[in-house]
């Protein structure tokens, strides 16, 4: 057996790991240090479109690097890429309001029936409606080369008595399940975590009105057997809660995962199939800030037993690191996107499957 070798790519403080015979591909695609007058860029969100095109995005917070609330001018913008990631289209504008209206928290869902993406983000005007959260949506059908005007779906996927509520969307993804369903997180910080979706390919959309506690920022994933599992962010606990739903949503049950440490920080986490020979495997992958307190260390797990169990974790960058966001690349490696070095860039890194299940 080959003696295992690490190429070892370092950038800035922390280190990218990654093992022997494997082509590694980074990019900063998002860096505030290259363009003037922006303070940061954060929350980073990536998909795969129905041609294999990649879109990363991300909020352009301008005056400062202050979440929604406190930022009178965040954009949303965008980068593509039509080879897989090996290079990227310039930085594109693709949400900006007013100074004084702002845009957050980018994610998206892929709807793999009408080859249609939507892109989800919240919305405050901060002059005449301060501290009064809005959930918008934008859409393309030709994979992220134009989108649509932005849709105000507030009213469709809240209640009216959340008015002044802090709520918004999930940064990152929603999935598609298997039957078609189009299925999302929702944060009430009042009221708990909640699923919103829609049956009619995004014509319309609705609340899941059952709570999920407890629960900040979270992904949703559907397991091998159909059901659904959310995974989420406590803050102050050191670990990932995990909640799981056998009647789509109408009850939950939750637990801790001890195995899966978290600092309190948004994470990622998607379904992985693959076919060998005549047999179907089905593993999920996730990745995180893999530290109990601090927002360094990124790694990915895998689990081959939905979830049950998660093997220790493979460093992707052991520096400062916080949000990241995963994608299945058209030939089967995973595309990931994350925060890092203190918010200073967005990194984007191709990670071969053969590296992950070694």
């Known amino acids: 057996m080959k003696k295992l070798l690490l190429i070892l790519i370092i950038l800035s403080a922390g280190i990218f790991l990654f093992g022997q015979n494997n082509t590694i591909s980074s990019a900063v695609l998002f860096a505030a240090k290259n363009n003037a007058g922006v303070a940061c860029y954060r929350i980073p969100a990536i998909v795969t479109a129905p041609n294999g095109d990649l879109i990363a995005a991300a909020d352009e917070r301008v005056p400062s690097c202050g979440d929604l609330k406190w930022n009178n001018d965040i954009n949303i913008v965008i980068r593509r890429s039509e080879d897989k990631g090996k290079t990227w289209e310039?930085?594109?504008?693709?949400?900006?309001?007013?100074?004084?209206?702002?845009?957050?928290?980018p994610s998206f869902i892929v709807d793999n029936v009408t080859s249609e993406i939507f892109m989800f983000f919240n919305y405050m005007d901060l002059v005449q409606e301060k501290d009064v959260y809005y959930l918008k949506l934008i859409r393309s059908a030709d994979n992220g080369k134009t989108w649509s005007a932005p849709q105000d779906i507030t009213s469709q996927i809240t209640k009216s008595?959340?008015?002044?509520?802090?709520?918004?969307?999930?940064?990152g993804s929603g999935i598609q399940t298997s039957k078609g369903k189009l299925i999302h997180t929702l944060v009430n910080l009042q009221k708990g975590l909640f699923i919103f979706g829609s049956d009619d390919h995004g014509k319309s959309w609705h609340l899941m009105e059952t709570p999920i506690k407890p629960a900040d920022e979270s992904k949703i994933v559907q397991l091998s057997d159909g059901s659904w599992?959310?995974?989420?962010?406590?803050?102050?606990?050191?670990?990932?809660?995990?909640?799981?739903?056998?009647?789509?949503?109408?009850?939950w049950s939750?637990?801790?995962?001890?195995?899966?440490?978290?600092?309190?920080?948004?994470?990622?986490?998607?379904?992985?199939?693959?076919?060998?020979?005549?047999t179907q495997e089905n593993m999920l992958l996730f990745s995180n800030a893999n530290n109990t307190s601090e927002r360094v260390n990124l790694s990915i797990r895998i689990s081959y037993d939905d979830g049950k169990t998660w093997t220790a974790g493979k460093t992707i960058y052991d520096g400062s690191s916080a949000y990241s966001s995963m994608t299945i690349l058209s030939n089967g490696d995973i595309?990931?996107?994350?925060?890092?070095?203190?918010?200073q860039e967005i990194a984007f890194v191709i990670v071969p499957m053969q590296w992950i299940t070694n």
């Open 90 to 105: 310039p930085i594109e504008r693709i949400i900006d309001y007013p100074l004084g209206q702002s845009a957050s928290d």
């Open 161 to 171: 008595e959340w008015q002044k509520d802090f709520k918004f969307i999930t940064s």
């Open 254 to 278: 939750s637990k801790i995962d001890s195995s899966l440490v978290d600092p309190g920080c948004n994470a990622s986490i998607l379904r992985y199939s693959s076919t060998k020979g005549t």
């Open 335 to 343: 595309g990931l996107l994350f925060e890092k070095d203190n918010y």
């Open 229 to 251: 599992m959310v995974n989420s962010r406590v803050n102050g606990l050191g670990y990932r809660y995990v909640h799981q739903s056998n009647d789509e949503g109408k009850s």
